[in-house]
């Protein structure tokens, strides 16, 4: 291993909506945590792995941290506060203002009680005038001493280089804790879950998808059925008559097999040569199968009020439909093969408010201790 090296922990944290997800989806160069512009999409904390040949990354996607209304926002915002003293780097995603609010300053006073190095990123650059920038960056240096500060456009890739080069330079040295091939700790199952959540969050009114949840009841390869030419019939062929001298001898194959006894009952013609197992002629099973398969995954859509069902079903099941048609895709993507999903939707009153149906969607604030 090279003593170069160097690897580390890497948490992204944030105000809901800031681009955190995207910004780590582009920085390991694959999608794996949702987006959406809906606030709060991210719940747990995903760990993702960038690996080139000096340094490892292993980025942590946090929700946003909020001002809690239920149990489930509780959840969400120790998740975020939990990565703080676990990491090596955390990066802070702020939008481009001057205005700096009591959710900003909250997070502020968590980050002023970290002793790890602070990357301020201004996100979403591309959406103010570059002349600006510079009193952007004064209204969060007045509030506090940050490591670096960069500035960058997250759904645009724009300064992403720069970013990654400067956490790089904040990282210790040491040994990679993946191998390289590793992207994620996140199951297919879990990110099959959220692939479907991600679509419903952008294809749902605002007030119905805050209290939705996926579930994957069963996720299993179905192997393909290839069909097979039928063989052609052979016609019949008597075989050659023999001489005595080879009936003599298929005689004394035959009594030394089966007795002197069975001889009689025998058919010598039935007999080519000696006696050997020939497998070519047994069939074959009627069904081959294609090795990439089709995947049947069964899932069901969590919500809060029978309001919130039809609304998610649609009229004649069409926004079901829709939320499938769109999620089957990036799954495809996923697994490598077809996949046949099929969408259930049931209703769990006020799941969000409730600790035992919160961790049976895999919500568990004990996980966090």
């Not at 960056?137 to 280089?161: H, P, S, T, W």
């Not at 294809?203 to 052609?232: C, F, S, W, Y």
Request: proline share 5%; hydrophobic share 35%; aromatic share 6%.
């Amino acid at each position: 291993m090279d003593s170069n090296f160097k690897t580390g922990f890497v948490t992204l944290i944030g105000r809901p909506n800031v681009g955190k997800s995207t910004l780590m989806n582009h920085m390991i160069g694959q999608k794996i945590a949702i987006t959406s512009n809906k606030p709060q999409t991210t719940r747990n904390k995903i760990m993702t792995v960038y690996t080139d040949d000096n340094c490892q990354m292993i980025f942590l996607d946090t929700p946003g941290i909020h001002e809690t209304k239920n149990k489930l926002g509780e959840y969400m915002t120790k998740v975020a506060k939990s990565t703080l003293e676990e990491v090596d780097v955390v990066l802070w995603l702020v939008e481009p203002s001057t205005f700096i609010g009591a959710g900003e300053k909250s997070i502020i006073e968590e980050l002023k009680k970290c002793k790890k190095p602070v990357i301020l990123v201004i996100n979403k650059i591309d959406t103010v005038s570059k002349d600006n920038l510079e009193k952007f960056e004064a209204a969060y240096r007045n509030e506090m001493d940050f490591d670096r500060v960069i500035c960058v456009a997250a759904l645009k890739g724009q300064n992403i280089e720069l970013l990654m080069n400067t956490i790089k330079d904040l990282l210790p040295f040491g040994p990679p804790f993946y191998d390289e091939e590793t992207l994620t700790d996140q199951p297919e199952r879990q990110i099959a879950a959220e692939i479907i959540r991600e679509k419903a969050l952008r294809l749902l009114q605002d007030e119905v998808p805050h209290g939705i949840a996926v579930t994957i009841e069963a996720m299993r390869m179905r192997e393909k059925k290839v069909e097979q030419p039928k063989p052609k019939k052979k016609r019949h062929q008597h075989p050659p008559k023999k001489s005595k001298l080879e009936e003599m001898q298929m005689t004394e194959l035959v009594d030394e097999a089966y007795g002197p006894e069975n001889i009689s009952d025998m058919d010598m013609d039935d007999f080519d040569g000696p006696m050997v197992l020939d497998l070519s002629g047994i069939s074959q099973p009627e069904e081959n199968y294609d090795p990439d398969g089709i995947m049947d995954i069964d899932a069901t859509i969590i919500c809060e009020r029978d309001s919130h069902k039809g609304i998610v079903i649609g009229k004649g099941g069409a926004m079901l439909k829709k939320i499938g048609s769109a999620a089957r895709k990036d799954i495809e993507e996923l697994v490598g093969c077809q996949v046949n999903l099929q969408l259930w939707v049931k209703v769990r009153r006020d799941w969000r408010d409730d600790k035992t149906q919160m961790k049976s969607f895999g919500y568990d604030i004990k996980d966090l201790k």
